[in-house]
Structures are given as C-alpha cells and as structure tokens.
C-alpha cells in the first residue's frame, strides 16, 4: 500500500471530469444526474485512506449480490458543476455490506452526505450488466434535453425511439445497436424504477426515463458517456428537422443500416430493423 491519497487517483479525477463534463453539456442542472463507478479490491488497496470504514448507511434494497464491491458514487442532493472543487465532500467510495442492505463508506462523503437517491437504480443495473459482461464499471443518469422533449411528442416505444435516432445520424446504430430501452413514466429514486430499469438492462445499456432523462451503462466513464453522448446528439437533429418543418425527404434507409452493420461487424436488434420510413409516401 502506498501513502497515496485516493483524492489524487485516477478514479476521482475521472469522476470530477465527467461529472463536470455532463454539467457542461447543460444534462445536469442543480443536482441533476449521478454517476456509479465499480472499482475493484486491488485498485482500491493502493491508497492508504481507503482502509477504515468511516460510517454504515443502510440501503433499502437488496444488493447482496453486489456484496463486498466498491464503488465511487456521486452524492445525493449535490450539484455536478461543483463536484470538481469538492470531490471528498459531492461524491463517495462505499462497500456493499455483506448482507446486501447497507453500504460502509470507505472515504468521501465528509459533511455527512449519502448516495445519490438513485442508488437503487444504479446497483440493481450494475447487477444485471455484470450477468452480461463482466467488465461492466460505470452507471450515468442525466438530463439531456432533447432526449427528454421527445418523450413528450413520440410514443414511448422502444422501436419508434431506436429506429429513429438510429436514421439520425450515420454513428447511431454502431454506438448502440441494440437500441433504445424505454420504461413508462415513474416516480424517480424509488426501487420500482431501480428494477424496471435494471430489466431493460439486461437487453440494452441505455434506459430513457420519460420526461425525466436517461440511465446508460459501459466499461468505462468514456464509453458510458460517449453512450449518452451519441444518443443525445441523434434527438438534436430530431429536434432540429422538427423546426426546420419536421418533412424528411431523404433519409438513412433500412437497408442503409444493415449495410452499416455489416461493415462495422455488428448485429443490430433485429426488431428495429425494418418498419416506417422517415420519409412520408415511402
Ligand atoms: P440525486 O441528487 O439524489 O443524485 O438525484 C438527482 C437526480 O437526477 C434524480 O433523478
Ligand atoms: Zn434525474
């Protein structure tokens, strides 16, 4: 173990860039949004500061099978365009107990804070997404903008929104060729959407939440955010043809997007991949 404090780690620094990066993007007004990361024994070993439990928050759910992992969590009530000034105090490294019912704080969260309110819905997605890759690290919820217009103008279907932002933008079905998971509306920070969520993510790694934001899941804050990133830019342009009229004369075909799935090597939900076209009579 080396006296290295954890505040200077990788995993901090990282946590305090895209918490601001998703502030700067206008996703995360007030206390808007959260973020997850999954550290592991040995990343945490290194950092002298990380060894004693400071405090034991119970959480309301069960997470045993999450029990004895880490995780860099963003705290509840706090406000992203800060979290790069204040990382110790706005966000918090925690063990799930063994039980599965509580979480102890290894370091952070120092004026008393706890986990964000979403916490259900970020530990029941890592569960799932573990079950279907086992290099799954990070959870992001924000507000993007666009995303969120459309909940209120589309149907809330899972085909309607993938094929959609798919023909929006030639990089859409390579980033998320599984498409769009859509629930219905429900209260937020509650276990209900923490598991309906987490049902969605066992088929997709990006969840809207309707006229609140979105829950992405990857590998890596850069893939995770790079997720949302892509999928928010694809409901700009939406949102743009929709003022410049709304009448798409041309589009990216199904067959356009099969033949980019097959030059990137991907299989892309095959239930997405034929049905109305953008443009009207065709
Ligand atoms: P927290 O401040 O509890 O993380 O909640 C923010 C949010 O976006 C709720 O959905
Ligand atoms: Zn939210």
Known sequence: MTQEK??????????????????????????????????????????????????????????????????????????????????????????????????????????????TSEFPSHLMTHINRLHVDSNQRVVMHCHPTNLIAMSFTLPLDEKTFSRILWKMQAESVVVF???????????????????????????????????HGVFGAGDSMDETFGLIETIEKAALIYTTIQAQGGVCLQEITDDDLADLAKNFGLTPNPKFLTGKSLVENK
């Open 6 to 115: 954890f505040i200077n780690s990788t995993y901090v620094q990282q946590m305090c860039k895209i918490t601001r990066g998703l502030y700067d993007h206008g996703w995360d007004e007030r206390n808007g949004g959260n973020v997850s990361y999954r550290l592991t024994e040995d990343e945490i070993s290194q950092y002298a500061d990380t060894d004693k439990v400071l405090r034991n928050v119970p959480i309301a759910f069960d997470a045993s099978e999450l029990a004895g992992q880490y995780f860099l969590v963003t705290a509840t009530g706090r406000y992203f365009k800060n979290v790069i000034d204040n990382p110790e105090r706005d966000t918090g490294l925690v063990q799930i107990a063994k039980d599965g019912h509580s979480v102890d704080i290894r370091w952070g969260y120092n004026d008393g804070a706890q986990p």
């Open 177 to 211: 060729p599984e498409g769009l998971g859509v629930i219905p509306y429900m209260t937020p920070g509650t276990n209900d959407i923490g598991e309906a969520t987490a049902e969605k993510m066992k088929n997709f790694r990006a969840v809207m939440w309707p006229h």
